[in-house]
């Protein structure tokens, strides 16, 4: 009988520990990323450009390039700079706009990318997307996954402690996602990728059930291999689909409606998950995702990210516009204004205060 497999894009590296970023070198040279050690690695003016100069005596082969933001002209403008060198490898290094222009450029390019996160805002940093803005508002690419990513949890404490709630909602919010994905092939047909299922939905409970905080670095260690593990998994599936469902929805309607006064993209699909567990008549996993989420500092209540509840309801109205042709619990109740008042009502006091 033949052995029948496939192969899963990852990354050959995965480095997620206290101190992981002193042996950055070591570690690309050692996996033969790059052994040569020329590297071209984008930084922002924040988190990265401070790193700089601590890391920089180890990587003396290395070109750095200053990226001015997250957008599709910046990740252009870093292909065009680079494209001339002789590099083995480019480094995104710092948050997530940086990792995904750095993403963009590499894939232009045709090198590969190694991620070094200096946050857990998301699940992007090791995912096959690069989100950037653009004239028309904010678009996502296809690019290849990273061929490593290196995480140092001593540099993930340093960040404000919003970016890793951030980055706690954007996982848990994957529990949410698979449901909805699980939704539409029982109602629709959808083909359902079960490993990619599995991988993102494991990553959620993971974070939802560890009884841990911010401040402990098993707690981030368990955070930070979830979002690499979603990203895996949307490359199983070749879609966002393991990740992306109503919570997501919510979230995109929030940017869309109210662009200057969104929150951060964790809170929002963090809300949006709970919410959305407790319309798929969920309600305990919701009381209990909402419970967990408190307990990180993250709002379970519109207000509490300076939305009244008028303007939830019209999010989640409009929440399905965003994503033409995904089907999640909202597209399947197809809820009109005062359905959603009643039922967000009702969800209102199943979880509290």
Not at 21 to 44: K, P, T
Not at 150 to 166: G, K, M, Q, Y
Not at 191 to 200: P, Q, R, S, T
């Amino acid at each position: 009988m033949p052995v029948l497999t496939r192969l899963i894009p990852s990354p050959v590296v995965v480095d997620i520990r206290p101190g992981a970023l002193d042996d950055l070198g070591c570690v690309l040279a050692d996996e033969r990323i790059s052994q040569s050690g020329r590297l071209a690695i984008a930084v922002s003016g924040g988190s990265g450009a401070r790193l700089r100069e601590r890391i920089a005596p180890s990587l003396p082969g290395a070109d750095w390039y200053q990226v001015g933001g997250g957008t599709i002209d910046d990740a252009v403008r870093l292909a065009g700079a680079i494209k001339a060198g002789r590099y083995d490898a480019v480094v995104g290094l710092g948050g997530g706009k940086i990792i995904d222009c750095a993403k963009f450029a590499a894939a232009r390019v045709g090198l590969p990318l190694v991620a070094v996160a200096t946050n857990l805002a998301h699940d992007g940093l090791c995912s096959p997307v690069a989100t950037l803005d653009n004239d028309a508002g904010r678009g996502s690419y296809g690019v290849p996954n990273p061929i490593a990513v290196v995480i140092d949890l001593n540099v993930i404490r340093e960040a404000p402690i919003r970016f890793v709630r951030s980055g706690i909602g954007d996982a848990i919010s994957n529990i949410s996602a698979v449901a909805d994905w699980e939704l539409a092939h029982r109602i629709n047909g959808e083909k359902i990728d079960g490993l990619a299922a599995a991988m993102a939905r494991q990553a959620g409970e993971a974070v939802l059930r560890h009884p841990g905080g911010a401040g402990d670095d098993g707690f981030l260690q368990v955070l930070a291999e979830a979002l690499v593990l979603t990203g895996i998994a949307m490359s199983v599936s070749g879609d966002s689909r393991p990740s992306s469902g109503a919570c997501h929805e919510i979230n995109h309607a929030f940017d869309l409606l109210y662009p200057k006064r969104a929150a951060a993209h964790g809170e929002q699909c963090g809300l949006g998950a709970a919410f959305a567990m407790y319309l798929r008549g969920a309600h305990e996993e919701s009381a209990h995702m909402a419970e967990v989420l408190r307990r990180h500092g993250l709002p379970v209540l519109p207000e509490e990210i300076g939305f009244t509840p008028d303007e939830f309801v019209r999010a989640v109205e409009f929440a399905p516009e965003t994503r033409p042709g995904r089907f999640t619990i909202l597209e399947h109740l197809d809820l009109k204004t005062e359905q959603i008042k009643d039922v967000y009502a009702d969800y209102v006091k199943a979880i509290g205060s």
